[in-house]
């Protein structure tokens, strides 16, 4: 019998009865009664079970409600909603899930479970039932999820879902304001359906879920500004408190670390190479990174963030394709834990400064809102940074000129140039924050250490480097400032100095050159142990302090300039008035001289004894080198312009060596000569290049009276045909030619002697000499093995003077008998003048001065006038005046004869009368030329 209320049916009353009669009209119309009583005991039964289910599950909503009014914690709310929606709907399982507005994922937030595991794990985007539920912002069900064909599972889900049994899933999405902001997800055995009633219970316990939530989010957010607000606040106050970079940062992180409960906050600043400083580090246990690391260029989360100029998170830093990280970074990053990080940019001026870095445990996320936060706080970083940058700029800037206005009056009020460089090299190593600090100066070829600080002797250990060497070296040879920020890497640093850098922990250098007037003096350098990357500023500066140390030594310069200047003249009086004491003696000494040699030639032609003509060899040989010398000191004292004419270099070298040869046999000294008997003619002055000779070989004897060995002086000679140049060399064996000595030897005014016995004008004059002959001159010399100079010359005439060639002396041919009159007011010299004249068949008549000349040249006609310059009463150019102006045509039969240093004047009057000259002493050859001209 059908169990029906209305068009309802709700079941079957079967009755059994035992024989095949069938019942009767009566007990069918029991059996119908009992049908109908059943059919209203099962709608009054189902209407209280709903009834009852409804207020069970209103009781439940209102007990949810309560709890959403009492509490502001989502994970509380959503146990109490997944606890009721269990058992209302009377299922396995039940959970809430949150989804995550930049992942996709759902996170869990609450679960129960009747038996088996609970659901601990999240949803990846796109995955499980829940997923459809918010991409269709619609109620989901599906009575097999691992056999229904639009859910898609990853294998870590299926496998959960396969072990807890519950296949049969309704998901409801939570809905607020339109957004989506998670799932109630309700699991139970496979075959379970819900009914409408029961999808509708489950939709409001999810609007309860969504509601909680958004209250919950909502009281966070305005906690965590109001927490943000107080912190920024005190971040502003601290701005104001402190000019301290170092001392802001750490005080920044701090507050940072506390406002996003993170395990570590770090602030860095970007260094030029592109790298990141770590400035300053909070943490609440041990951190990846720590104040002072520096993390390579192109390296971690913070990369990203400086390279896109904004900020960025990640959950996984070493799972992260985006992220490049050092085998050093992942370790520590693994040590730590620290895997989930946020970077955000310092900007200024839309340019990136450094970065604020958060980090925590693997997993961490984070939202909108917390980067809108860092950004906040970045900002005050920023600003804090630069003020603190300005500030510093602006206290070096005052320290810089503090210092460089002490040095200046230190430069005025100190006399000592040395203490003045040690002043600047102990500023620049302190105001640059430097370790050690050293000045160099260029003496030469060579860079020489003049000050430096205690802490740079070892790596400034060699005193004396080349000038090409080293970093000094190539600071020198580019003239510009040079960094080196890793010493360890750089190849030009001098491998004695590189390995004492190594091994005193420097890391970092600076140099800049010491310049003035366009030249370059030298150098002033800074190391440091940290590695640094020197700023413009720190160039600047030590640049500055350069200029300083410049001044002081141009000072010291002209200071020693003007003292050898007036050195100088002191010198050149003394060697004007020697020169001019010099030419009287030599000029007295020609007379006697020229009596001498004429008196010796007259005599030869009547004597027949062997014992007599060999004393008269001897006298003449006497008188011949007596009168060598004396030329050789009218040579010296003539104040004449340069010529140009063919000399033999190995004639000079004997002049030289014979106007010596007394000093050198009293010193001891032997020479040894090795010249080239063929050596050819140079264009050049002979008394310029005989000076030269002279005083190298001078300075040759100086040299070996001051050593004990052996004294020789080796002169060497020869022709260098491949170059077209001839090369002297003269060698001592005395104690040699210091190395710092040697690149000053040719410089104006310097000396190794005693004031009193040296000019310092020597080996300047002699440098100056064969420079205008377009030769060179150098030194090789080693302490204890003495000193060879060599002089190299060119057979072609200097481009200063036209080379002049002199002709050829002619052949003497023998002439008729001349009358000749001499004119010299010394009557010794006119009468072996005489004689000598008379010896060739010449009538002579003399005369002691111009005067006496004139009346003899009225009385009688004479074929040649032989004149003394130098006469009282009327001189040898008044002679010639008076016969210019009467008898003209004796003017080209005077001959001058001299053994005067000639004043400017003469010089000019024999110039532009081109008359003739025969120099005192001189040989009957040379008189008998002039007579037979």
């Known amino acids: 019998m059908p169990i029906q209320g209305g068009p309802e049916l709700f079941g079957v009353l079967n009755v059994y009865f035992p024989d095949a009669t069938g019942p009767t009209a009566g007990e069918k119309e029991i059996i119908e009664i009992f049908a109908g009583h059943a059919a209203v005991a099962i709608r009054n039964a189902r209407f209280f079970s709903t009834s009852e289910a409804r207020r069970r599950a209103a009781e439940a909503l209102a007990a949810v409600s309560r709890v959403l009014s009492q509490s502001l914690e989502p994970s509380e709310v959503a146990q109490r909603i997944v606890t009721s929606v269990r058992t209302i709907l009377n299922a396995r399982s039940a959970s809430v899930f949150r989804l995550d507005s930049k992942t996709g994922d759902l996170i869990p937030v609450a679960s129960i479970a009747d038996a088996g595991p609970q659901w601990g794990g999240h949803l990846p985007r796109g995955s499980g039932v829940g997923a459809l539920a918010v991409r269709d912002r619609v109620p989901v069900f599906t009575a097999d999820v691992l056999t229904d064909g639009r859910v898609v599972l990853t294998p870590e889900v299926r496998s959960r879902l396969e072990e807890a049994q519950y296949r049969a899933i309704l998901a409801l999405p939570m809905i607020v304001q339109g957004d989506v902001i998670g799932a109630l997800v309700v699991r139970d055995e496979k075959g379970r359906r819900f009914d409408q009633e029961s999808i509708a219970v489950a939709q409001a316990f999810a609007d309860q879920a969504a509601l909680a939530f958004r209250n919950a989010r909502l009281y966070e957010d305005s906690i965590r500004r109001r927490r943000a607000a107080e912190h920024l606040a005190e971040v502003a106050k601290m701005l104001t408190q402190s000019h301290n970079v170092e001392d802001l940062a750490s005080r920044l992180v701090d507050k940072v670390r506390q406002l996003f409960q993170a395990r570590s906050a770090n602030i860095d600043r970007r260094q030029g190479d592109g790298s990141l400083l770590v400035l300053a580090s909070a943490a609440s246990a041990e951190a990846s990174f720590s104040t002072g690391d520096r993390i390579p260029a192109g390296m971690g989360l913070s990369a990203c963030a400086v390279n896109e100029g904004r900020a960025v998170w990640s959950a996984d830093v070493l799972n992260d394709s985006r992220i490049a990280l050092t085998d050093e970074m992942r370790r520590r990053i693994g040590e730590t834990g620290d895997r989930a990080v946020m970077a955000v940019p310092l900007l200024l001026n839309a340019e990136v400064g450094g970065t604020l870095s958060i980090a925590d445990p693997f997993g961490r996320r984070f939202d909108e809102s917390e980067l809108a936060l860092a950004e906040a706080f970045a900002d005050q970083a920023a600003l804090a940074l630069e003020k603190a940058r300005l500030y510093e700029v602006a206290e070096r800037e005052r320290q810089r000129l503090s210092v460089l206005y002490g040095i200046a009056r230190h430069l005025v009020a100190v006399p000592k140039t040395e203490d003045v460089l040690a002043q600047i090299v102990e500023e620049s190593a302190r105001l640059l924050n430097a370790d050690a600090a050293g000045l160099r100066l260029l003496e030469g070829g060579e860079l020489v250490v003049r000050a430096q600080t205690e802490s740079a002797a070892g790596v400034m250990a060699r005193s004396r480097i080349a000038c090409h060497e080293g970093l000094s070296g190539t600071v020198v040879m580019t003239g510009k400032p040079l960094v080196v920020e890793d010493l360890a890497a750089d ?140 030329k050789m000191f009218l040579s010296l004292a003539r104040k004449q312009p340069p010529t140009r004419e063919r000399v033999n270099l190995n004639e000079v070298v004997g002049r030289a060596l014979d106007l010596l040869e007394s000093q050198l046999r009293v010193a001891d000294i032997g020479v040894v000569g090795n010249v080239d008997a063929n050596l050819p003619d140079i264009w050049g002055d002979p008394h310029q290049l005989l000076e030269v000779v002279l005083n190298l070989v001078s300075n040759a004897r100086d040299a070996m009276l001051e050593g004990h060995g052996p004294r020789e002086l080796r002169v060497a000679t020869r022709f260098q045909a ?164 009467a008898h003209p045509g004796l003017c ?42």
């Open 491 to 630: 190849i030009c640093h001098h491998p004695e100095h590189h390995g004492a850098a190594l091994e005193l922990g420097f890391e970092s250098f600076l140099g800049v050159p010491l310049e003035a007037d366009a030249r370059i003096l030298g150098t002033l350098t800074i190391f440091t142990r940290a590695r640094r990357r020197f700023s413009d500023d720190d160039i600047a500066l030590l640049s500055a302090l350069a200029d300083q140390a410049a001044v002081a030594i141009i000072k010291e310069q002209l200071l020693v300039d003007r003292q050898r200047s007036e050195e100088a003249l002191r010198q050149n009086e003394k060697l004007a008035s020697m020169g001019r004491l010099l030419a009287g003696v030599a000029h007295e000494l020609n007379n006697p001289l020229s009596v001498i040699l004429g008196s010796v030639h007259v005599l030869r032609a009547h004597v027949t004894s062997d014992v007599v003509g060999k004393g008269l060899t001897r006298i003449a040989d006497a008188g011949q080198r007596c009168a060598r010398i004396v």
């Open 892 to 933: 080209r039969r005077i001959v001058f004869v001299t053994g005067d240093v000639m004043s400017p004047e003469t010089t000019e009057f024999l110039k532009t009368t081109a008359a003739r000259i025969l120099s005192k002493p001189f040989q009957p050859e040379e008189l008998r030329r002039v007579i037979e001209a």
């Open 722 to 885: 491949d170059v077209a140049r001839v090369t002297l060399e003269i060698s001592d064996t005395g104690p040699g030619i210091p190395h710092e000595v040697q690149r000053k030897v040719f410089d104006p005014f310097f000396t190794t002697k005693p004031v009193d016995q040296g000019t310092g004008l020597g080996l300047s004059l002699c440098h100056s000499i064969i420079e205008r002959h377009n030769g060179t001159i150098r030194v090789v010399s080693q302490p204890g093995e003495g000193a060879t100079f060599t002089v190299e010359l060119p057979l072609e005439a200097g481009a200063d003077v036209a080379a002049v060639p002199q002709p050829s002396p002619a052949p003497i041919q023998k002439h008729m008998a001349k009358r000749i009159l001499v004119v010299d007011d010394d009557v010794d010299v006119a009468s072996v003048v005489a004689d000598m004249v008379r010896t060739d068949g010449h009538e002579v008549e003399t005369a002691e001065n111009g005067k006496v000349a004139l009346a003899k040249l009225r009385e009688a006609s004479f074929d040649l006038i032989l004149s003394d310059i130098r006469m009282p009463v009327l001189d040898g150019i008044g002679l010639y005046r008076e016969l210019q102006a």
